[in-house]
Protein backbone atom coordinates (compact mmCIF):
# COMPACT_ATOMS: atom_id res chain seq x y z
CA UNK A 1 0.00 0.00 0.00
CA UNK A 2 3.03 2.36 0.92
CA UNK A 3 4.67 1.67 -2.29
CA UNK A 4 1.03 2.63 -4.57
CA UNK A 5 0.70 6.01 -2.39
CA UNK A 6 4.17 6.82 -3.29
CA UNK A 7 3.62 6.30 -7.08
CA UNK A 8 0.81 8.10 -7.36
CA UNK A 9 2.57 10.74 -5.70
CA UNK A 10 5.16 10.90 -7.86
CA UNK A 11 2.52 10.76 -10.91
CA UNK A 12 0.56 13.15 -9.41
CA UNK A 13 3.52 15.32 -8.92
CA UNK A 14 5.00 15.16 -12.66
CA UNK A 15 1.73 16.60 -13.79
CA UNK A 16 1.34 19.60 -11.46
CA UNK A 17 4.80 20.18 -12.94
CA UNK A 18 3.57 19.76 -16.55
CA UNK A 19 0.66 21.50 -16.32
CA UNK A 20 2.49 24.86 -16.26
CA UNK A 21 4.68 24.05 -19.04
CA UNK A 22 1.72 23.34 -21.03
CA UNK A 23 0.19 27.01 -20.03
CA UNK A 24 3.08 28.66 -20.65
CA UNK A 25 4.03 27.17 -24.05
CA UNK A 26 0.45 27.65 -25.46
CA UNK A 27 -0.17 31.24 -24.08
CA UNK A 28 3.47 32.01 -25.94
CA UNK A 29 2.22 30.34 -28.85
CA UNK A 30 -1.55 32.06 -28.82
CA UNK A 31 -0.28 35.79 -28.03
CA UNK A 32 2.99 35.55 -30.74
CA UNK A 33 -0.02 34.30 -33.18
CA UNK A 34 -2.87 36.68 -32.18
CA UNK A 35 -0.07 39.66 -33.19
CA UNK A 36 1.34 38.28 -36.46
CA UNK A 37 -2.03 37.29 -37.88
CA UNK A 38 -2.99 40.94 -36.75
CA UNK A 39 -0.09 42.64 -38.17
CA UNK A 40 0.06 40.74 -41.53
CA UNK A 41 -3.65 41.08 -42.17
CA UNK A 42 -3.49 44.91 -41.55
CA UNK A 43 0.07 45.12 -43.74
CA UNK A 44 -1.92 42.82 -46.71
CA UNK A 45 -4.97 45.59 -46.76
CA UNK A 46 -2.29 48.44 -47.02
CA UNK A 47 0.08 47.14 -49.51
CA UNK A 48 -3.33 46.32 -51.60
CA UNK A 49 -3.97 49.77 -51.60
CA UNK A 50 -0.50 50.99 -52.51
CA UNK A 51 -0.33 48.95 -55.71
CA UNK A 52 -3.60 50.23 -56.80
CA UNK A 53 -2.38 53.62 -55.87
CA UNK A 54 0.83 52.28 -57.85
CA UNK A 55 -1.05 50.71 -60.56
CA UNK A 56 -3.01 54.10 -60.66
CA UNK A 57 0.14 56.50 -61.40
CA UNK A 58 1.38 54.04 -64.02
CA UNK A 59 -2.02 54.02 -66.30
CA UNK A 60 -1.99 57.86 -65.87
CA UNK A 61 1.43 58.25 -66.80
CA UNK A 62 0.52 56.00 -69.74
CA UNK A 63 -2.71 58.18 -71.13
CA UNK A 64 -0.01 61.43 -70.43
CA UNK A 65 2.04 60.00 -72.79
CA UNK A 66 -0.42 59.05 -75.07
CA UNK A 67 -2.28 62.09 -75.40
CA UNK A 68 1.26 63.81 -76.32
CA UNK A 69 2.18 61.71 -78.22
CA UNK A 70 0.13 59.51 -80.08
CA UNK A 71 2.10 56.15 -79.24
CA UNK A 72 -0.67 53.15 -79.71
CA UNK A 73 2.06 51.33 -77.16
CA UNK A 74 1.30 53.38 -74.62
CA UNK A 75 -2.81 53.09 -75.12
CA UNK A 76 -2.16 49.57 -75.17
CA UNK A 77 -0.69 48.91 -71.92
CA UNK A 78 -3.04 52.04 -70.59
CA UNK A 79 -5.79 49.39 -71.47
CA UNK A 80 -3.61 45.96 -69.99
CA UNK A 81 -3.33 48.20 -66.65
CA UNK A 82 -6.99 48.84 -66.70
CA UNK A 83 -7.60 45.09 -65.55
CA UNK A 84 -5.15 45.42 -63.24
CA UNK A 85 -6.66 48.28 -61.77
CA UNK A 86 -10.02 46.48 -61.85
CA UNK A 87 -8.62 43.68 -60.52
CA UNK A 88 -7.12 45.79 -57.48
CA UNK A 89 -10.33 47.54 -56.71
CA UNK A 90 -12.04 44.01 -56.21
CA UNK A 91 -9.55 42.97 -54.09
CA UNK A 92 -9.67 46.05 -52.16
CA UNK A 93 -13.59 45.75 -51.87
CA UNK A 94 -12.97 42.25 -50.17
CA UNK A 95 -9.83 43.42 -48.00
CA UNK A 96 -11.88 46.10 -46.40
CA UNK A 97 -15.49 44.51 -45.49
CA UNK A 98 -16.06 44.73 -42.29
CA UNK A 99 -13.48 47.74 -41.52
CA UNK A 100 -15.67 51.00 -40.29
CA UNK A 101 -14.91 54.18 -42.31
CA UNK A 102 -13.89 52.69 -45.47
CA UNK A 103 -16.84 51.98 -47.79
CA UNK A 104 -18.04 55.50 -48.23
CA UNK A 105 -14.05 56.62 -49.36
CA UNK A 106 -14.03 53.10 -51.50
CA UNK A 107 -17.16 54.54 -53.69
CA UNK A 108 -15.90 57.88 -54.06
CA UNK A 109 -12.70 56.48 -55.39
CA UNK A 110 -14.48 53.91 -57.97
CA UNK A 111 -16.48 56.74 -58.79
CA UNK A 112 -13.88 59.04 -59.64
CA UNK A 113 -11.66 56.17 -61.09
CA UNK A 114 -13.92 55.46 -63.73
CA UNK A 115 -15.34 59.31 -64.40
CA UNK A 116 -11.41 59.63 -65.49
CA UNK A 117 -11.08 56.50 -67.34
CA UNK A 118 -14.35 57.65 -69.29
CA UNK A 119 -12.82 61.23 -70.13
CA UNK A 120 -9.27 59.45 -70.80
CA UNK A 121 -11.38 57.50 -73.34
CA UNK A 122 -13.25 60.20 -74.91
CA UNK A 123 -9.95 62.32 -75.15
CA UNK A 124 -7.71 59.01 -76.52
CA UNK A 125 -10.90 58.83 -79.27
CA UNK A 126 -10.02 62.47 -80.04
CA UNK A 127 -6.45 61.55 -80.54
CA UNK A 128 -7.00 59.00 -82.88
CA UNK A 129 -9.23 60.51 -84.96
CA UNK A 130 -7.58 63.76 -85.24
CA UNK A 131 -4.04 63.03 -84.56
CA UNK A 132 -2.17 65.02 -81.56
CA UNK A 133 -2.87 68.44 -81.24
CA UNK A 134 -2.83 70.07 -78.05
CA UNK A 135 -5.55 69.99 -75.70
CA UNK A 136 -7.89 73.07 -74.34
CA UNK A 137 -7.80 73.27 -70.77
CA UNK A 138 -11.63 73.58 -70.08
CA UNK A 139 -10.97 69.61 -72.11
CA UNK A 140 -8.18 68.25 -69.62
CA UNK A 141 -9.61 70.17 -66.32
CA UNK A 142 -12.53 67.55 -65.55
CA UNK A 143 -10.05 64.98 -66.20
CA UNK A 144 -7.08 66.52 -64.16
CA UNK A 145 -9.84 67.42 -61.19
CA UNK A 146 -11.06 63.23 -61.60
CA UNK A 147 -7.34 62.20 -60.92
CA UNK A 148 -6.50 64.59 -58.10
CA UNK A 149 -10.20 63.62 -55.97
CA UNK A 150 -8.90 59.77 -57.03
CA UNK A 151 -5.80 60.90 -55.42
CA UNK A 152 -7.06 62.42 -52.17
CA UNK A 153 -9.82 59.91 -52.10
CA UNK A 154 -6.84 57.24 -52.18
CA UNK A 155 -5.07 59.14 -49.29
CA UNK A 156 -7.78 59.67 -47.30
CA UNK A 157 -8.50 55.55 -48.08
CA UNK A 158 -4.45 54.66 -46.47
CA UNK A 159 -4.91 56.59 -43.77
CA UNK A 160 -7.85 54.92 -42.74
CA UNK A 161 -6.09 51.61 -43.34
CA UNK A 162 -3.27 53.03 -41.37
CA UNK A 163 -5.78 53.72 -38.21
CA UNK A 164 -7.35 50.34 -38.83
CA UNK A 165 -4.30 48.61 -38.76
CA UNK A 166 -3.10 50.57 -35.33
CA UNK A 167 -6.50 49.35 -34.03
CA UNK A 168 -5.24 45.79 -35.20
CA UNK A 169 -2.04 45.61 -33.40
CA UNK A 170 -3.72 47.52 -30.51
CA UNK A 171 -6.49 45.22 -30.25
CA UNK A 172 -4.06 42.12 -30.71
CA UNK A 173 -2.04 43.99 -27.89
CA UNK A 174 -4.86 43.69 -25.51
CA UNK A 175 -5.83 40.48 -26.39
CA UNK A 176 -2.48 39.10 -25.44
CA UNK A 177 -2.93 40.67 -22.38
CA UNK A 178 -5.53 39.07 -21.65
CA UNK A 179 -4.16 35.51 -22.48
CA UNK A 180 -1.03 36.29 -20.09
CA UNK A 181 -3.35 37.63 -17.42
CA UNK A 182 -5.85 34.15 -17.81
CA UNK A 183 -2.38 31.96 -18.18
CA UNK A 184 -0.87 33.92 -14.55
CA UNK A 185 -3.98 33.05 -13.35
CA UNK A 186 -4.12 29.57 -14.07
CA UNK A 187 -0.72 29.11 -13.05
CA UNK A 188 -1.71 30.84 -9.52
CA UNK A 189 -4.23 28.08 -9.52
CA UNK A 190 -1.87 25.13 -10.39
CA UNK A 191 0.41 26.54 -7.72
CA UNK A 192 -1.90 26.32 -4.96
CA UNK A 193 -3.18 22.95 -6.25
CA UNK A 194 0.71 22.22 -5.94
CA UNK A 195 1.01 23.76 -2.68
CA UNK A 196 -1.83 21.48 -1.64
CA UNK A 197 -0.71 18.35 -3.07
CA UNK A 198 2.87 19.13 -1.16
CA UNK A 199 1.72 19.89 2.01
CA UNK A 200 3.66 17.40 3.86
CA UNK A 201 6.71 18.48 2.16
CA UNK A 202 9.88 20.14 1.90
CA UNK A 203 7.83 23.78 1.94
CA UNK A 204 11.18 25.91 1.15
CA UNK A 205 10.92 23.86 -2.32
CA UNK A 206 7.88 24.10 -2.76
CA UNK A 207 7.89 28.12 -2.27
CA UNK A 208 11.21 28.29 -4.74
CA UNK A 209 9.23 26.29 -7.49
CA UNK A 210 6.36 29.04 -6.89
CA UNK A 211 8.72 31.92 -7.12
CA UNK A 212 10.31 30.42 -10.40
CA UNK A 213 7.02 30.09 -12.31
CA UNK A 214 5.73 33.45 -11.06
CA UNK A 215 9.13 35.15 -12.69
CA UNK A 216 8.34 33.20 -15.63
CA UNK A 217 5.22 34.32 -16.07
CA UNK A 218 6.22 37.60 -15.29
CA UNK A 219 9.57 37.57 -17.98
CA UNK A 220 6.71 36.54 -20.65
CA UNK A 221 4.29 39.05 -19.80
CA UNK A 222 7.31 41.88 -19.96
CA UNK A 223 8.42 40.12 -23.69
CA UNK A 224 4.93 39.91 -25.07
CA UNK A 225 4.64 44.21 -23.82
CA UNK A 226 8.00 44.52 -25.30
CA UNK A 227 6.97 43.15 -28.56
CA UNK A 228 3.26 44.91 -28.60
CA UNK A 229 6.18 48.23 -27.58
CA UNK A 230 8.25 47.50 -30.86
CA UNK A 231 5.43 47.01 -32.84
CA UNK A 232 3.81 50.32 -32.03
CA UNK A 233 7.56 51.96 -32.40
CA UNK A 234 8.00 50.61 -35.53
CA UNK A 235 4.66 51.15 -37.22
CA UNK A 236 5.32 55.02 -36.24
CA UNK A 237 8.67 54.91 -38.01
CA UNK A 238 8.68 57.56 -41.00
CA UNK A 239 11.28 56.54 -42.72
CA UNK A 240 13.30 53.06 -43.76
CA UNK A 241 16.52 54.28 -41.53
CA UNK A 242 14.06 54.66 -38.54
CA UNK A 243 13.15 51.77 -39.02
CA UNK A 244 16.25 50.27 -39.31
CA UNK A 245 17.42 52.10 -36.43
CA UNK A 246 14.76 50.78 -34.10
CA UNK A 247 15.27 46.96 -34.95
CA UNK A 248 19.30 46.81 -34.19
CA UNK A 249 18.47 48.61 -30.85
CA UNK A 250 15.93 46.19 -30.40
CA UNK A 251 17.75 43.09 -30.74
CA UNK A 252 21.27 44.40 -29.43
CA UNK A 253 19.16 45.26 -25.97
CA UNK A 254 18.32 41.26 -25.71
CA UNK A 255 21.77 40.01 -26.97
CA UNK A 256 24.28 40.85 -24.78
CA UNK A 257 27.27 41.97 -26.46
CA UNK A 258 26.03 41.82 -30.04
CA UNK A 259 26.22 43.74 -32.95
CA UNK A 260 23.49 44.69 -35.36
CA UNK A 261 23.90 45.79 -38.78
CA UNK A 262 21.17 45.96 -41.51
CA UNK A 263 21.94 45.30 -44.98
CA UNK A 264 20.13 46.95 -47.70
CA UNK A 265 19.39 45.65 -51.65
CA UNK A 266 19.64 48.37 -53.49
CA UNK A 267 17.94 46.91 -56.81
CA UNK A 268 18.83 49.38 -59.40
CA UNK A 269 22.46 48.42 -59.13
CA UNK A 270 22.03 45.02 -57.57
CA UNK A 271 24.52 46.36 -54.50
CA UNK A 272 24.62 44.86 -50.93
CA UNK A 273 24.74 48.43 -48.60
CA UNK A 274 24.87 49.16 -44.87
CA UNK A 275 21.92 51.21 -43.82
CA UNK A 276 23.26 51.29 -40.12
CA UNK A 277 26.74 51.85 -38.87
CA UNK A 278 29.06 48.97 -39.31
CA UNK A 279 31.47 48.94 -36.06
CA UNK A 280 34.98 49.78 -37.03
CA UNK A 281 36.19 46.43 -34.97
CA UNK A 282 34.50 44.85 -38.10
CA UNK A 283 35.83 43.88 -41.36
CA UNK A 284 32.88 43.79 -42.83
CA UNK A 285 33.46 47.22 -44.49
CA UNK A 286 36.08 45.84 -46.23
CA UNK A 287 33.86 42.76 -47.95
CA UNK A 288 30.93 44.89 -48.36
CA UNK A 289 33.01 47.40 -50.62
CA UNK A 290 31.49 46.81 -53.85
CA UNK A 291 29.45 43.01 -52.49
CA UNK A 292 26.84 42.07 -55.16
CA UNK A 293 23.23 40.87 -53.58
CA UNK A 294 23.83 37.16 -54.13
CA UNK A 295 27.21 37.33 -52.16
CA UNK A 296 25.30 37.21 -48.89
CA UNK A 297 24.60 33.69 -48.31
CA UNK A 298 21.62 34.03 -46.54
CA UNK A 299 19.99 36.02 -49.39
CA UNK A 300 21.05 33.07 -51.71
CA UNK A 301 19.38 30.97 -50.11
CA UNK A 302 16.78 32.29 -48.91
CA UNK A 303 17.01 31.27 -45.53
CA UNK A 304 18.96 32.26 -41.84
CA UNK A 305 22.49 31.40 -42.02
CA UNK A 306 24.96 30.99 -38.88
CA UNK A 307 28.57 31.14 -38.65
CA UNK A 308 30.58 29.48 -35.86
CA UNK A 309 34.32 30.23 -35.69
CA UNK A 310 35.29 26.62 -34.12
CA UNK A 311 33.74 24.95 -37.51
CA UNK A 312 34.81 25.48 -41.27
CA UNK A 313 32.32 25.63 -44.01
CA UNK A 314 31.82 24.29 -47.68
CA UNK A 315 30.48 27.81 -48.92
CA UNK A 316 31.39 30.49 -46.43
CA UNK A 317 29.34 33.94 -47.16
CA UNK A 318 31.29 36.06 -49.67
CA UNK A 319 29.91 39.11 -47.20
CA UNK A 320 30.24 38.40 -43.75
CA UNK A 321 32.24 35.45 -43.77
CA UNK A 322 35.15 38.20 -42.85
CA UNK A 323 33.72 38.25 -39.15
CA UNK A 324 34.93 37.55 -36.00
CA UNK A 325 33.20 35.12 -33.60
CA UNK A 326 30.08 33.34 -33.74
CA UNK A 327 27.49 35.54 -36.80
CA UNK A 328 23.78 34.72 -37.68
CA UNK A 329 22.74 36.28 -40.99
CA UNK A 330 18.93 36.84 -41.52
CA UNK A 331 17.32 37.67 -44.94
CA UNK A 332 14.66 40.31 -45.57
CA UNK A 333 12.19 38.38 -48.04
CA UNK A 334 8.61 39.58 -48.55
CA UNK A 335 6.28 37.49 -51.21
CA UNK A 336 9.68 37.06 -52.97
CA UNK A 337 11.45 40.38 -53.38
CA UNK A 338 14.40 40.28 -51.42
CA UNK A 339 14.72 43.74 -49.83
CA UNK A 340 18.55 43.01 -47.63
CA UNK A 341 19.26 41.05 -44.72
CA UNK A 342 20.26 41.06 -40.98
CA UNK A 343 23.37 40.20 -39.81
CA UNK A 344 23.85 39.91 -35.88
CA UNK A 345 27.77 39.33 -34.64
CA UNK A 346 27.64 37.89 -31.15
CA UNK A 347 30.65 36.62 -28.52
CA UNK A 348 28.85 32.97 -28.31
CA UNK A 349 25.95 30.77 -29.78
CA UNK A 350 22.39 32.56 -29.33
CA UNK A 351 20.34 30.89 -26.64
CA UNK A 352 16.91 29.98 -27.14
CA UNK A 353 15.43 33.07 -25.92
CA UNK A 354 17.65 34.98 -27.71
CA UNK A 355 16.92 33.40 -30.94
CA UNK A 356 13.24 33.72 -30.20
CA UNK A 357 13.81 37.44 -29.50
CA UNK A 358 15.53 37.56 -32.81
CA UNK A 359 12.77 35.57 -35.08
CA UNK A 360 9.69 37.63 -33.58
CA UNK A 361 11.80 40.92 -33.95
CA UNK A 362 12.48 40.42 -37.62
CA UNK A 363 9.30 39.22 -37.80
CA UNK A 364 7.79 42.41 -37.19
CA UNK A 365 10.04 44.33 -38.65
CA UNK A 366 10.37 42.97 -42.71
CA UNK A 367 6.27 44.37 -43.39
CA UNK A 368 6.85 47.43 -41.25
CA UNK A 369 10.15 48.14 -44.18
CA UNK A 370 8.23 46.48 -46.71
CA UNK A 371 5.38 48.87 -46.38
CA UNK A 372 7.75 51.94 -46.32
CA UNK A 373 9.56 50.89 -49.31
CA UNK A 374 6.28 51.25 -51.22
CA UNK A 375 5.46 53.97 -50.05
CA UNK A 376 8.39 55.92 -50.60
CA UNK A 377 8.61 54.30 -54.10
CA UNK A 378 5.05 55.62 -55.09
CA UNK A 379 5.65 58.79 -53.49
CA UNK A 380 8.72 59.41 -55.96
CA UNK A 381 7.19 58.13 -59.17
CA UNK A 382 4.56 60.37 -58.13
CA UNK A 383 7.06 63.48 -58.05
CA UNK A 384 8.99 62.38 -61.32
CA UNK A 385 8.73 62.35 -64.64
CA UNK A 386 8.94 59.15 -66.76
CA UNK A 387 10.96 60.92 -69.62
CA UNK A 388 13.03 62.77 -68.48
CA UNK A 389 13.42 60.89 -64.55
CA UNK A 390 13.54 65.16 -63.94
CA UNK A 391 11.43 66.09 -61.03
CA UNK A 392 7.90 66.83 -62.43
CA UNK A 393 5.33 69.68 -61.87
CA UNK A 394 4.35 68.58 -58.51
CA UNK A 395 7.68 68.10 -57.11
CA UNK A 396 8.17 71.85 -58.70
CA UNK A 397 5.22 73.12 -56.94
CA UNK A 398 6.93 71.73 -53.67
CA UNK A 399 10.48 73.05 -54.31
CA UNK A 400 9.14 76.78 -55.07
CA UNK A 401 7.49 76.83 -51.92
CA UNK A 402 10.07 75.40 -50.04
CA UNK A 403 12.97 77.59 -51.65
CA UNK A 404 10.60 80.83 -51.87
CA UNK A 405 10.18 79.87 -47.33
CA UNK A 406 13.59 79.79 -47.06
CA UNK A 407 14.49 82.93 -49.28
CA UNK A 408 12.21 85.18 -47.47
CA UNK A 409 13.29 84.15 -44.12
CA UNK A 410 17.38 84.44 -44.72
CA UNK A 411 16.73 87.85 -46.98
CA UNK A 412 18.70 85.99 -50.19
CA UNK A 413 17.77 86.44 -53.72
CA UNK A 414 16.23 83.22 -55.52
CA UNK A 415 16.34 83.01 -59.74
CA UNK A 416 14.01 81.34 -61.46
CA UNK A 417 15.32 79.65 -64.85
CA UNK A 418 12.69 78.84 -67.78
CA UNK A 419 13.81 76.73 -70.76
CA UNK A 420 12.35 76.40 -74.07
CA UNK A 421 14.04 73.45 -76.71
CA UNK A 422 14.27 75.27 -79.98
CA UNK A 423 13.16 73.59 -82.84
CA UNK A 424 11.25 70.69 -80.66
CA UNK A 425 8.35 70.42 -82.91
CA UNK A 426 10.18 70.07 -86.01
CA UNK A 427 12.81 67.30 -84.43
CA UNK A 428 9.18 65.56 -83.29
CA UNK A 429 7.95 66.24 -87.15
CA UNK A 430 11.33 65.12 -89.03
CA UNK A 431 12.15 62.30 -86.77
CA UNK A 432 8.92 60.92 -84.93
CA UNK A 433 8.11 60.90 -81.54
CA UNK A 434 10.73 58.80 -80.42
CA UNK A 435 13.38 60.65 -81.78
CA UNK A 436 12.05 64.31 -80.14
CA UNK A 437 11.87 62.23 -77.08
CA UNK A 438 15.22 61.66 -77.26
CA UNK A 439 15.86 64.90 -77.51
CA UNK A 440 14.10 65.83 -74.50
CA UNK A 441 15.91 63.05 -72.54
CA UNK A 442 19.54 64.59 -73.74
CA UNK A 443 18.77 68.09 -73.46
CA UNK A 444 17.33 67.15 -69.51
CA UNK A 445 20.65 65.23 -68.58
CA UNK A 446 22.40 68.15 -69.99
CA UNK A 447 20.81 70.74 -67.75
CA UNK A 448 21.03 68.43 -64.67
CA UNK A 449 24.94 68.20 -64.97
CA UNK A 450 25.33 71.69 -65.51
CA UNK A 451 23.96 73.12 -62.24
CA UNK A 452 25.08 73.55 -59.21
CA UNK A 453 24.43 70.97 -56.34
CA UNK A 454 22.41 73.04 -54.28
CA UNK A 455 19.79 73.91 -57.88
CA UNK A 456 17.52 72.13 -58.50
CA UNK A 457 16.02 71.24 -62.45
CA UNK A 458 12.87 69.97 -63.18
CA UNK A 459 10.23 69.17 -66.19
CA UNK A 460 7.42 72.08 -66.55
CA UNK A 461 5.74 70.01 -69.62
CA UNK A 462 6.36 69.80 -73.04
CA UNK A 463 9.67 70.94 -74.44
CA UNK A 464 9.62 73.36 -71.09
CA UNK A 465 12.17 73.07 -68.04
CA UNK A 466 12.88 75.21 -65.15
CA UNK A 467 15.90 75.71 -63.25
CA UNK A 468 15.85 77.13 -59.71
CA UNK A 469 19.29 78.98 -58.43
CA UNK A 470 18.92 79.68 -54.74
CA UNK A 471 21.12 82.46 -53.08
CA UNK A 472 22.01 83.88 -57.03
CA UNK A 473 21.68 87.16 -57.94
CA UNK A 474 20.32 87.99 -61.24
CA UNK A 475 24.33 88.78 -62.46
CA UNK A 476 24.93 85.18 -60.72
CA UNK A 477 21.95 83.52 -62.79
CA UNK A 478 22.82 85.32 -66.21
CA UNK A 479 26.51 83.69 -65.51
CA UNK A 480 25.03 80.53 -64.80
CA UNK A 481 22.19 80.30 -67.30
CA UNK A 482 25.06 80.89 -70.08
CA UNK A 483 26.62 77.79 -68.95
CA UNK A 484 23.08 75.77 -69.61
CA UNK A 485 23.16 77.30 -72.70
CA UNK A 486 26.44 76.26 -73.87
CA UNK A 487 25.62 72.82 -72.45
CA UNK A 488 22.45 72.72 -74.76
CA UNK A 489 24.27 73.68 -77.74
CA UNK A 490 26.56 70.45 -77.04
CA UNK A 491 24.06 68.13 -77.41
CA UNK A 492 23.77 66.13 -80.10
CA UNK A 493 21.07 63.86 -81.86
CA UNK A 494 22.16 61.24 -84.52
CA UNK A 495 20.40 62.59 -88.24
CA UNK A 496 19.37 66.61 -86.78
CA UNK A 497 21.10 68.55 -89.40
CA UNK A 498 21.98 71.78 -86.88
CA UNK A 499 23.10 72.42 -83.07
CA UNK A 500 20.66 71.55 -80.55
CA UNK A 501 19.69 74.99 -78.74
CA UNK A 502 17.35 76.71 -76.03
CA UNK A 503 15.83 79.89 -75.42
CA UNK A 504 15.97 81.11 -71.48
CA UNK A 505 14.13 83.46 -69.48
CA UNK A 506 15.31 85.03 -66.18
CA UNK A 507 14.02 86.28 -63.16
CA UNK A 508 14.24 87.14 -59.85
CA UNK A 509 12.76 86.92 -56.15
CA UNK A 510 12.70 89.96 -54.79
CA UNK A 511 13.64 91.67 -58.20
CA UNK A 512 10.49 91.01 -59.57
CA UNK A 513 8.27 90.40 -57.19
CA UNK A 514 7.10 89.15 -53.87
CA UNK A 515 5.49 85.75 -54.88
CA UNK A 516 5.98 83.37 -57.29
CA UNK A 517 3.17 84.13 -59.66
CA UNK A 518 4.61 87.37 -59.98
CA UNK A 519 8.11 86.07 -60.79
CA UNK A 520 7.61 83.37 -63.05
CA UNK A 521 5.35 85.97 -65.24
CA UNK A 522 8.45 87.41 -65.33
CA UNK A 523 10.66 84.77 -66.26
CA UNK A 524 8.10 83.45 -69.16
CA UNK A 525 8.35 87.39 -70.28
CA UNK A 526 11.99 87.06 -70.94
CA UNK A 527 11.51 83.52 -72.35
CA UNK A 528 9.27 85.06 -74.94
CA UNK A 529 11.84 88.01 -75.49
CA UNK A 530 14.71 85.53 -76.29
CA UNK A 531 12.44 83.18 -78.74
CA UNK A 532 11.21 86.44 -80.27
CA UNK A 533 15.15 87.95 -80.95
CA UNK A 534 15.67 84.67 -82.98
CA UNK A 535 15.99 82.23 -80.25
CA UNK A 536 19.28 80.31 -78.30
CA UNK A 537 19.24 83.31 -76.42
CA UNK A 538 19.61 84.10 -72.93
CA UNK A 539 17.47 87.09 -71.55
CA UNK A 540 16.91 89.03 -68.01
CA UNK A 541 13.53 89.90 -67.04
CA UNK A 542 13.63 93.69 -68.23
CA UNK A 543 12.42 95.37 -65.15
CA UNK A 544 15.52 94.92 -63.30
CA UNK A 545 17.80 94.15 -65.57
CA UNK A 546 21.61 95.03 -64.66
CA UNK A 547 23.62 97.35 -67.38
CA UNK A 548 26.46 94.58 -67.24
CA UNK A 549 24.13 92.03 -68.51
CA UNK A 550 22.36 94.40 -70.67
CA UNK A 551 25.18 94.78 -72.34
CA UNK A 552 26.11 91.03 -72.84
Not at 335 to 355: A, D, F, K, N, Y
Not at 374 to 393: G, K
Not at 423 to 439: I, M, P, Q, S, V
Not at 516 to 526: E, F, H, K, L, T
Request: charge should be neutral; hydrophobic fraction near 45%.
Amino acid sequence: MALFSKAWSRLRDSWLVLVPVVVVAVTVLLTSSIQRSAEQRAFDRIQNSQRLLSVWLDRSNDLRVFLQTGDASTFNAFNRLTVTFQAGLQTERADVRGVAGTQPILALEVQNAQRWHSLGLIAAAEIRQHGVRPQPIEVAKPRNNASAAFLAANQRFTAVMAAARRQDIEWASEIANVIVVVAVLMLAIVALAIARASRGRDKRLMEARLRDERARSAREHSYVESRGHLSRLLLAADTEDEACELTKTAIESHVPGSSVVVLQANNGADRLEPVTRVPEALTLALALDGAKLRSCLAVRLGRAQTGDPSESSLAPCEACGQTNGYATCEPLIVGGLVMGSVLITHPQQLSIVERRVVDDTIAVFIPVLANLRNLALAEQRARTDSLTRLPNRRALDDMLKLMLTQAMRTDAPLAIVLVDVDGFKEANDTFGHDRGDELLSNVARALAQSVRASDFVARLGGDEFVALLPATDLDGAYTITEKLAAATRETRLAGFNRAVTASFGIAGFPDHGKDIDAVMRSADGALYQAKKDGRDRVRLAPATQPAASAAR
